[in-house]
């Protein structure tokens, strides 16, 4: 009888871990989803100028790798609740999978980071040669000035040394627009994109592979935790028929 009295302490004592282990992954995957999301977003028009729009795949990647973290989460409570050890083991399992992917996650996202700094002068040369002839480069460029306080690639004076010489744009104006003379620098922002933008990469697609990088590590406690619990339930199972 102490036996089992121990035993079903520390399964309710595992289920309790197991629980809070549960939340904390949830709220990891629901970083993870939504720091995908945010990065996506902010460097959109980034992809649009310099990656023909194809650039933003491995953030939708880690999103999706997040909301599949918290869905797995939710998961989880409903098999520590039940105590079925065949649905913990499965979970087990499934977990050691998470925690390759998201090695793999980081990875990807590190290796992507330096991928799209080396393309990204070039691309954006590209970009200040079509502005104005390319209504959907021009568009995407605008944005991008505007929401980084920029101007040009390395300064606002590409603009004026390109053959012809091109007229700076409105969206690099630090002023409201109709108090703005482009001519003027103390109306526009002088400090070039490149700068700007790979300030933010490697800032924020460094905290973002970091944290995937050390969410992978999570899931290894979920697999030590779930597959004790379902060692001592079905000890307990054996003990009662015993």
């Known amino acids: 009888m102490a036996k089992q009295l121990q035993s079903v302490a520390a399964v309710a ?19 993870l989803h939504l720091g995908g999301i945010y990065m996506k977003l902010w460097l959109q028009d980034y992809f649009n100028v310099g990656m023909d729009g194809h650039g933003g795949y491995v953030f939708i990647a880690i999103a ?6 918290a869905l797995a989460a939710l998961f989880a409570c409903c098999c520590a609740a039940r105590q079925h ?4 083991y499965l979970y087990g399992a499934f977990l050691a999978v998470i925690a390759l992917l998201e090695l793999g996650a980081a990875a990807s996202v590190y290796t992507y980071r330096t991928t799209v700094i080396e393309g990204f002068d070039r691309a954006l040369n590209d970009s200040l040669l079509a502005y104005g002839v390319d209504k959907t480069k021009s568009f995407h460029l605008d944005i991008m000035q505007s929401t980084f306080h920029c101007c ?29 003379d482009t001519t003027d620098t103390e109306d526009i922002y002088t400090e070039g994109c490149y700068n700007r933008v790979l300030n933010f990469i490697r800032s924020n697609v460094g905290l973002v592979a970091g944290c ?27 003990e009662q028929i015993s």
């Open 212 to 238: 995937t990088l050390g969410v992978a590590a999570a899931p290894l406690i979920g697999v030590l935790l779930s597959c004790c619990l379902a060692s001592y339930i079905n000890k307990i199972h054996y």
């Open 152 to 180: 040009g690639n390395r300064a606002y004076t590409d603009y004026l040394n390109m053959q012809p010489t091109k007229m700076v744009p409105s969206s690099c104006c630090s002023v409201q627009e109709g108090e703005c």
């Open 85 to 88: 050890p065949a649905l913990l």
């Open 13 to 31: 004592c595992m289920t309790t871990f197991l629980m809070l282990f549960n939340i904390a992954f949830f709220g990891s995957g629901l970083f």
């Open 64 to 69: 999706s790798l997040g909301g599949l973290v």
